[in-house]
């Protein structure tokens, strides 16, 4: 009885004993299974490469940027969808119908006197000069002067000494073989130097700014008396913007927007950015002009700390090809020349009436102040995407450390947006508005600056607030700023000189009426309808 009694014992201790067991193995699955994974710390299966740490940098110093997953997704997200709905609505309608375009198209056709380029009297050389768009205004300019003068164009040397240090050449940026191939009916545009004339003087010109076919005619042409080669050492501003000859014009245009493409990479990889924008429905691209280069040359300090203020001091005084130094920041701001910050661009979009749904993408390098700076426009916007929230860190990589051939992803985003506004007036903002106006005006809402800084101080004092008579009030003040068609300003009354060529807006701003015809309708005596331009 005493064995009998032992045995059971024992079994029951070992009963107990799996069940224990048991008990512990399903808690462990309970505890893996049911908490999410995000909730463990994982190492990473290797070391980020240098590139890579100094990728995860950068977006860590921007990290408003990582709010959202790229949305490479099979559908948008629920805001988008909502907005997708309440566009139907009729005031949302209205915000994002582009201006009346009065049938003006591109006419950029070759005249009937326009002939096959002239035989070439030598090479001309051109240093561009500055970023990006300063530098495609630059190229677009010297294929008009090598057309002028009868040169042949040497694939155009991109800037590499400039703020940005970039290392691209043409054909990293440009689609180099569309280039040439482009132009064959206007100029001759060859990759190199003939070997023969590698080591040939050249004559180093600094081409004189704005200046006409007279000047190059007879002060550059006359060059190739003595020499084989001309070296344009700035490309920049070198050519007027009016009073050309129409043929001229029209080839500056042909060379801005058709032969100077952006390499098959960049257009690719764009064009992806465009569809992840439009996944979300229509976008705005909002160049926000709010990095730490533009306000220190700028001289514009408004919202920020006496700290970042004298940072940007420090870096006017220290750049030494900028010439102004001692700037007044509240000047510059009365006078409409500082661009909005965040925060009130955030207020301007509130007043013309876009809803927090809107989906927005930031066409900007790293905003100064970052996420603090970024809040406010956040706060209000949610959807704030850029570059580095539409793509994955593989798919820019190819792109990284060239800041000419970011700026390019942003242009063509911005080029294609349905509404473009610029916080500031550079050169991107301007190449944007000439090229979305070459396009069909499509609809670019151009701040009113200096109207609207007077504005927000009155909010910031208390003596104004944000509701519908601010509302009506911004949106009168840009209803005949969106992008409509008008004819180029020309230079401001009273001024001579340098300062009058420096007054007019610029070609690559606004090509109508060059580049631009109006389509009427008439009828012949049988009564077909025809086109013709006016």
């Known amino acids: 009885m005493q064995k009998k009694r032992w045995r059971t014992v024992v079994i029951v201790r070992k009963v107990l004993t799996f069940a224990i067991a048991a008990i512990a193995i399903v808690a462990l699955l309970y505890v ?27 977006s860590r110093e921007r990290s408003w940027t990582q709010e959202h997953a790229p949305p490479h997704l099979a559908k948008a997200p629920l805001t988008a969808r909502k907005s997708d709905a309440a566009s139907r609505n009729g005031s949302l309608d209205k915000l994002w119908k582009p201006p009346p375009n009065r ?16 035989e070439s009297r030598g090479y001309l050389l051109v240093h561009t000069n500055g970023g990006l768009n300063q530098m495609r205004a630059g190229i677009c300019d010297m294929v008009a ?39 064959e ?3 001759k545009v060859v990759k190199k130097l003939p ?23 007879e002060e550059i042409a006359r060059l190739w008396d003595e020499y084989q080669i001309i070296r344009a050492a700035k490309s920049d501003s070198r050519l007027a913007n009016n009073n050309l000859p129409p043929d001229i014009q029209k080839l500056r245009c042909r060379a801005c927007y058709q032969a100077l493409r952006f390499a098959p990479k960049i257009e690719a990889m764009g064009k992806m950015l465009v569809d992840r924008m439009r996944s979300y429905g229509p976008y705005i691209a909002l160049h926000l002009r709010f990095e730490k280069d533009m306000l220190a040359f700028s001289g514009c300090t408004h919202d920020l700390s006496a700290e970042e203020a004298e ?52 066409a900007a390098g790293e905003i100064y102040g970052g996420d603090s700076r970024m809040s406010d426009l956040l706060s209000r916007y949610p959807l704030l995407m850029n570059k580095e929230k539409l793509a994955s860190v593989e798919e820019l990589e190819p792109f990284i ?29 301007r190449a944007v508005e000439g090229h979305r106006r070459f396009l069909g005006h499509r609809k670019t809402i151009s701040p009113d600056r200096r109207t609207l800084v007077r504005i927000f101080d009155k909010i910031d004092q208390g003596r104004m607030k944000e509701g519908k008579n601010l509302s009506n009030r911004i949106i009168e003040i840009h209803r005949r700023r969106q992008g409509s068609p008008r004819k180029r300003k020309g230079p401001i009354a009273g001024t001579k000189g340098t300062d009058r060529f420096r007054s007019e807006e610029a070609f690559y701003v ?18 077909h309808s025809i086109r013709q331009f006016r």
């Not at 893996?32 to 950068?58: C, G, R």
């Not at 005084?317 to 509240?330: F, G, R, Y």
């Open 185 to 187: 009916n206007d100029v």
């Open 32 to 58: 893996h299974v049911v908490f999410p994974a995000s909730e463990v710390t994982k190492l990473p299966d290797k070391l980020p490469t240098q590139h890579e740490s100094s990728y995860q940098k950068l």
């Open 510 to 527: 606004n090509p109508l009426p060059d580049c631009l015809c109006q389509k009427v309708s008439s009828y012949t005596n049988n009564s």
């Open 145 to 183: 002067v090598a057309r002028i003068i009868n040169a042949t164009l040497v694939i155009p040397e991109l800037d590499k000494r400039s703020l940005w240090q970039d290392s691209s050449n043409f054909s990293d940026v440009f689609d180099e073989d569309h280039f040439i191939s482009s132009l």
């Open 311 to 362: 940072e940007l001091k420090t870096i006017r005084e220290n750049t030494t090809w900028w010439k102004v130094k001692e700037i007044d920041p509240v000047e510059q701001r009365t006078k409409g020349y500082c661009p909005l910050t965040p925060r009130e661009v955030g207020v301007f979009l509130s007043a013309l009436g876009f809803p927090s749904n809107t989906p927005i993408y930031i």
């Open 195 to 217: 070997k023969e004339l590698a080591s040939a003087t050249k004559a180093v010109k600094h081409f004189r700014s704005w200046s006409g076919v007279d000047y190059y005619e």
């Open 401 to 429: 450390n060239h800041s000419s051939q970011l700026a390019a992803l942003d242009y063509i985003v911005s080029v294609e947006s349905d509404i473009f506004i610029p916080s500031y007036s550079g050169n991107m903002a």
């Open 103 to 118: 049938d003006y198209v591109p006419c950029v056709a070759l005249s009937p006197i326009y002939t096959s380029p002239p």
